[in-house]
């Protein structure tokens, strides 16, 4: 923890108390403020908070500013203390500098969770606060300011989207039963619709969803989450040689689509990208390229077997979710190989579902 200025802060405990509010008010955001972080802000004066805020959406105000118009009498701000759960930023980008705004207003103690990774703000936020004569803390709650916003430290940190791999098997590790021939292209359950409702709200949180072609030509999703009322994530396939049909869902321009290929698709639509990427080569690195150009900060993994697998064996992953049903199939696609270290398991109605953080 970086302290300056150490005869204001004399109470770790009190700031912990504030920054975790920070990070409350911040998760109201979950899901919505992609590209940008969530951030929480809070701002006391004499141990009571006065003003409240947090960042809700791209292109809308910040958690500070939010939190500083909420404040009635502003002549209270000089002698108050702004917490906030990520550093101000330093930028101009779609709204001005927060680091300016709390510098205006002439704020003299600021508490902050973590520095900003972006190399926009990176530090420049604080060091323009410190030079302006405010007593300034950094690093109350770190971590959990960390985790608050691992997508986004993921992404600016190893430049790349936060990777989430999900899928479902059965008692005896089945992704799904062996096809019969003719069989109607459509999904085979495992779960219950109680999982599934789940599963469409994680997808909600992503900003994308990645399936293989196997995925596609078997079950024909829509990978939206109709099961939830939310943005759907923007759907990414691979196919490598161009063999979904041109009437599956994912190419009915519904929902945003990058489709990764060896060759470009000769076929009018409006809301499908076409990726032509080298299949002779690993084609992960290419991919999460892709990725981190179209400021994707995260994206779940839903299959398949070789898909999901080669996510594993490269050992690029973040987390993994893995529910398991009731039913048996006695033969059909093996689900993945994956070593479940580091589990925390929990039962939706009877669906056993098991958490894997991978601390590689």
Request: aromatic share 10%.
């Amino acid at each position: 923890m970086l302290k300056l200025k150490n005869d204001y802060f004399c109470t770790v405990n009190i700031h912990e108390k504030y920054i975790k509010r920070c990070i409350e008010l911040a998760q109201n955001g979950f899901g919505t403020t992609y590209p940008n972080p969530m951030v929480g802000s809070v701002i006391v004066y004499e141990n009571k908070i006065i003003g409240e805020g947090w960042h809700k959406k791209a292109g809308q105000p910040h958690a500070e500013v939010n939190a500083i118009r909420s404040v009635k009498d502003k002549s209270l701000l000089k002698n108050a203390t702004i917490y906030v759960s990520l550093e101000p930023c330093s930028h101009f980008g779609k709204t001005p500098p927060c680091s300016d705004l709390i510098i205006e207003h002439k704020i003299p103690n600021v508490v902050i969770g973590t520095v900003d990774p972006n190399e926009k703000v990176a530090g420049k936020g604080i060091k323009k606060i410190i030079e302006s004569g405010s007593n300034v803390i950094v690093g109350v709650l770190e971590n959990e300011c960390y985790e608050l916003n691992k997508r986004f430290f993921t992404f600016h940190n190893k430049k790349r989207p936060y990777i989430i791999l999900k899928w479902a098997e059965s008692q005896d590790g089945f992704l799904a039963p062996e096809k019969e021939i003719n069989q109607e292209r459509k999904p085979v359950w495992i779960t219950s619709q109680y999982s599934r409702q789940l599963v469409h709200k994680w997808r909600s949180e992503e900003q994308a969803i990645l399936v293989g072609t196997q995925t596609v030509i078997d079950d024909n999703p829509k990978l939206n989450v109709r099961d939830w009322s939310a943005n759907n994530p923007v759907r990414v396939v691979l196919d490598q040689n161009n063999r979904i049909s041109k009437d599956s869902f994912v190419f009915d321009d519904s929902v945003k689509t990058i489709l990764f290929t060896k060759s470009e698709i000769s076929f009018p639509t409006e809301n499908t990208t076409f990726e032509v990427i080298d299949f002779k080569q690993n084609i992960i690195p290419q991919i999460l390229a892709v990725l981190f150009e179209n400021q994707i900060q995260s994206i779940i993994i839903e299959g398949g077997l070789q898909t999901l697998q080669s996510f594993i064996d490269e050992n690029i992953w973040d987390e993994a979710r893995i529910f398991t049903g009731k039913s048996s199939f006695q033969k059909g696609t093996k689900a993945p190989v994956l070593s479940k270290k580091n589990i925390t398991k929990t039962y939706i109605q009877n669906d056993e579902l098991i958490y894997v953080i991978n601390h590689d």
